[in-house]
């Protein structure tokens, strides 16, 4: 047997297909990839288009206008078209694809464009990088749209913000201002919407909002009113302007207070009146209140002409109510005539009374019917002087007759009066009248036209109206006679008279007394306190010196006690001589006269005898002179003396006791002689000092 | 004989280097036309992104402006510099795309016969090679205006996307051209020749 290998199938090697493929191919391949795979890329990248509708598609260009959230780009306008029928342009927005699904709904959409409004200016940025559209949407995933309806103007209320959104309608006369802030205690609270009038037209709608914040601010008796504008009031108070602030002025606004507690909170789509003042807001709480008025009746005796429907009941001044009809009632029974009485329906708000507790009519009822007991009654009061309006007032009457509130269950309470108080003001009226009335203004007449008369009588005498004529002559002598040249010449001749006065008097001046009077005082002055000072000086020197001859005596040096002796004779020879001695004397002497002379002219002594004095005080000086001539030499041998001794001192250290008491002693007699020169020298400056004594 | 395509030097067939300078030395490149058909369509794909994206972003204050090659040549067209948008449109519009036509046809006419001669064919690919590198001038105009125009705030201009995709486009085209072996036109014209000696 003969293994036949099995037959084995030969194929022919095939051919690669691409072996004649250059590697370069891989080149386009590889681009091909890149570009399919970017292509893929920013398709899937891209987010859906919405297609938003607008009236008016100003500033809007394709490929140029972005949506924006919050302010920063979220899409961008990729076409602008109308839409079927021409009704609108639709505005078709590619949107980011990270928020595209947050674009539910409930999202609204506007263009931003530069505004300018009383509240402000906005959308600034606009002007030169061209409008926007804006738009807003919650932060939840909604039911899914692609067709929106935009706005030309912002939405008040954006999607995703909260707030109390409640609803105004303007009362009869009232208006609202599109976008007007709701201010409150001056701080904006809350935003009104665009206004619209109803569809009955009979007052104007808006959709408002009050911010989350403030929120807690609105009750359901919260009454809003507005603040555009200003108000003036002519009233018993006086005029009033009313504004709140500039810019409400002119932008409008509204405000609201809660006159009343109680209410309940708002909730949002409440509707609220707008109305045209705070006066009428406040007022409307009494004819629309939660609370029922308490109705009661008055009846009134008097002519109550003047109280009309609508008057104020007020107690204390504070208005409760308000009047709500008026009618006639003859009641035989209860009055005990038929006189026809009328009958005053008023309605009071029991939330005004203040009332402790729940607010209700019966309440307020329990409440006045107590007061009535303690004498509270009602009467009628002018409410204004101006237009003759009444009012009625609830008063507190001291000592009332005994009165009940009639309460009976089929009837209103009937509450008892007192006298009016407008009868008193008529009377005080009438008695002013009646007192212009009797002034005699007749009579005060007659006698003003009586002087009238004789003043007309006096005025047109002949005599009289010569006067000015005379006046005139008069006037021209006096003006010649001050023109002529004797008159003209008085004041030059004066002058010379004066210059001449003058010159007399200052001879007189400089001959009596600069030269007498100086020259003679500076040498008594001079020579008199040089020795004053001198004379002063001496004892305390001789003593000095006989004590410092003292001690040099006591030493045991022979020579210093021979030359210590020397000196003190010198010296006792010089104090000792009659000049010396008989100095003091003749200075004393000289003083005396000086000094009762200058008592004299200071006391205001004769002027005439200035002379004379002068005279005896410069012989006095002249002798003064004579004996103070020797005091220089004095002083010199003093110094020498001094001089002596100090040297002599000076050699005998050891003997401390000694040197210590000669040094004190020269320094006491230099101490003398330089008072001496001083005095000399300031006497020599100042004379004067001499005779003022200063 | 093959010759060095780069230093031109003559060498025995069959020599695998040239001795010179070291270049590969082959009689003919079999994948000459393929490598020329290979970044033809690279260059064509780059050419479509270059004339859809913008070129130039042009930033005044707060507008941005974004221009196409072709929407710029027009716009400066619409403002009357006609001489500019006539320079612009040639260099980037018809010069590329008479390249790719160029390229094509040479590429097409080694294997066809077309209408023209040996020589002028010759001709249009020296042309080619030559013309080729002017198309880059729109790119240095891109770069010179982004470089000299950055006044921040008032004025920007940066290249656009189109920028890129033009400049690679210009390179796939030279380097297209320049893969063409031109001794193809000669091998085609000896086929032609030797044709009716031997049919």
């Not at chain 1, 009454?223 to 108070?237: A, E, H, K, M, N």
């Not at chain 1, 007498?516 to 306190?529: C, I, N, P, Q, R």
């Not at chain 1, 020797?630 to 401390?656: C, H, S």
């Not at chain 2, 020599?15 to 064509?44: F, I, N, Y």
């Amino acid at each position: 047997m003969v293994d036949t290998p099995p037959t084995v199938e030969i194929q022919a090697a095939r051919k690669p297909r691409l072996s004649g493929a250059s590697f370069i191919w891989v080149i386009p391949l590889l681009a091909l990839f890149v570009a399919f795979g970017v292509a893929w890329q920013s398709y899937s990248a891209r987010g859906p288009v919405i297609i938003v509708g607008f009236t008016d598609g100003s500033g809007i260009a394709a490929g140029e206008t972005k949506l924006k959230y919050r302010d920063i780009e979220v899409g961008e306008v990729e076409e602008v078209s109308f839409s079927e029928g021409l009704a609108q342009v639709d505005v078709h927005i590619r949107l980011h694809k990270d928020i595209a699904e947050y674009v539910d709904a409930s999202s609204v959409f506007w263009i931003v464009q530069p505004e300018v409004t009383a509240q402000g200016v906005s959308g600034l940025s606009t002007v030169l990088s061209g409008v926007y559209i804006e738009g807003s949407w919650d932060n939840e995933v909604g039911e899914y749209a692609d067709t929106f309806k935009g706005s030309d103007v912002s939405p008040l209320i954006k999607p995703g913000e909260s707030g109390l959104q409640i609803a105004f309608r303007t009362t009869t006369n009232g208006t609202l201002t599109d976008n007007a802030p709701i201010m409150f205690r001056g701080i904006q609270v809350g935003q009104v919407g665009r206004a619209q009038i109803s569809r009955s037209g009979a007052f104007a709608i808006t959709e408002g909002l009050i911010y989350e914040e403030h929120r807690h601010l609105i009750s359901s008796s919260t009454r809003f009113w507005d603040t555009s504008g200003f108000s003036l009031s002519v009233g018993p108070t006086g005029a009033e302007i009313d504004f709140s602030s500039l810019a409400t002025l002119i932008g409008g606004g509204i405000t609201f207070d809660t006159f009343v507690s109680g209410g309940d909170s708002a909730s949002d789509g409440e509707v609220f009146e707008v109305f045209s003042d705070k006066e009428q807001a406040r007022n409307s709480l009494f004819t629309k209140s939660e609370v029922d008025p308490l109705r009661m009746s008055i009846i009134f005796d008097e002519n109550i002409s003047g109280l009309a429907v609508g008057a104020a009941v007020e107690l204390s001044g504070f208005r409760i109510g308000s009047v709500e009809s008026l009618s006639g009632i003859v009641d035989f029974n209860q009055f005990g005539d038929s006189r026809v009485r009328l009958n005053v329906i008023v309605s009071i708000q029991p939330s005004r009374l203040g009332l402790p507790g729940e607010a209700t009519a019966a309440a307020a009822l329990g409440l006045l019917r107590d007061r009535v007991t303690s004498g509270l009654r009602a009467r009628l009061a002018s409410a204004s002087l101006l237009t003759g309006g009444l009012k009625i007032e609830l008063v507190e009457v001291e000592g009332a007759t005994a009165d009940q509130m009639l309460i009976s269950e089929v009837d209103l309470p009937i509450m008892p009066t007192t006298k009016s108080e407008t009868s008193d003001a008529a009377a005080t009226v009438e008695g002013v009248f009646t007192r212009i009335n009797n002034l005699p203004i007749e009579e005060l007449l007659n006698s003003a036209i009586n002087v009238m008369n004789s003043a007309e009588v006096l005025m047109s005498n002949g005599d009289l109206q010569k006067v000015p004529g005379n006046v005139s002559t008069l006037l021209s002598d006096i003006s010649g006679i001050v023109t002529s040249e004797d008159v003209k010449n008085i004041p030059v001749a004066l002058n010379a008279t004066l210059v001449r006065v003058e010159g007399l008097v200052a001879e007189l001046e400089k001959q009596r007394i600069a030269e007498t009077l100086g020259k003679t005082l500076s040498s008594a002055a001079e020579a008199a306190d040089a020795v004053t000072s001198s004379a002063a000086g001496v004892p305390e020197l001789i003593a000095n010196i006989q004590t410092v001859a003292e001690k040099a005596a006591s030493l045991e040096f022979d020579t210093l006690i021979q030359e210590l002796t020397s000196l003190t004779s010198s010296a006792e020879a010089l104090i000792s001589s009659p000049e010396t001695a008989q100095l003091p004397v003749a200075l004393s002497g000289a003083l005396d006269q000086l000094n009762a002379t200058l008592k004299e002219l200071r006391e205001g002594g004769a002027v005439q005898n200035v002379n004379q004095t002068l005279a005896s005080a410069r012989n006095a000086a002249d002798s003064i002179a004579v004996s103070a001539r020797d005091l220089p030499q004095v002083i010199d041998r003093l110094n020498t003396l001094f001089v002596q001794a100090g040297q002599t001192i000076e050699g005998y250290n050891k003997g401390d006791q000694l040197s210590r008491a000669a040094e004190s002693a020269l320094r006491d007699i230099q101490q003398a002689a330089g008072a001496l020169e001083k005095l000399a020298r300031t006497i020599e400056r100042n004379p004067n000092s001499l005779l003022l004594g200063r | 004989m093959v010759a060095c395509t780069r230093c031109t030097r003559a060498w025995p067939l069959g020599t695998p280097e040239c001795g010179r300078c070291g270049a590969k030395l082959v009689s003919r490149d079999e994948h000459s036309l393929q490598k020329v058909w290979a970044l033809w369509v690279v260059g064509l794909m780059c050419y479509v992104p270059a004339n859809v994206y913008p070129m130039l972003k042009t930033k005044q204050l707060f507008t941005v402006d974004e221009s196409t090659i072709i929407g710029g040549a027009f716009e400066l067209a619409h403002h009357g510099a006609f001489g500019i948008a006539a320079i612009i449109l040639v260099a980037s519009v018809v010069i590329p795309l008479g390249k790719f036509w160029a390229v094509a046809f040479l590429a097409v006419s080694v294997r066809q016969r077309g209408g023209f001669t040996s020589h002028r064919r010759l001709l249009m690919y020296e042309v080619v090679e030559y013309i080729g590198r002017w198309s880059m001038i729109d790119i240095f105009v891109v770069a010179i205006l982004s470089a000299l125009v950055q006044l921040k705030g008032l004025a920007t201009i940066s290249p656009g996307p189109a920028a890129f995709f033009f400049a690679l486009s210009v390179i796939f085209t030279m380097l297209s051209a320049q893969a063409f072996d031109p001794r193809m036109i000669w091998d085609a014209q000896d086929n032609d020749n030797e044709a009716p000696d031997h049919g």
